[in-house]
């Protein structure tokens, strides 16, 4: 459990690849991802932070596709407490909290 805190950053790199997600830049106005994705337990409140993760991209014309991830392991290597949790470019942007589609495409922005 030492890992807590710090993102092990050769972690998902070869399963983004070989399931063709997070391919890519996407590009919208200024914005430039990679890669997003939804770290979450497969409860309600996590499905909601994933459609509204997919509904912003959506609204930003973003061509990134949005990953659910659920293996309690790939969770722990982010560094992840709380669900559902955001991760942007291999970056936990948000955790514990349920954002708005809104939120989230301000967190895209930054």
Known sequence: MFFFGKKNKAVDNSANNSAGSGKGVAK???????????????????????????QAVQNMGLAVEVEYVTDLQKIMEYGVLS???????????AMGNILSPADIEKLLQK
Do not use: R
């Open 83 to 93: 669900t559902p949790a955001i991760v942007i470019d291999e970056n936990v942007a």
């Open 28 to 54: 919208g106005g200024n914005v430039t991802v990679s890669s997003i994705k939804v770290l979450g337990a497969g409860c309600s409140s996590c499905h909601t932070q994933f459609e509204n993760a997919k």
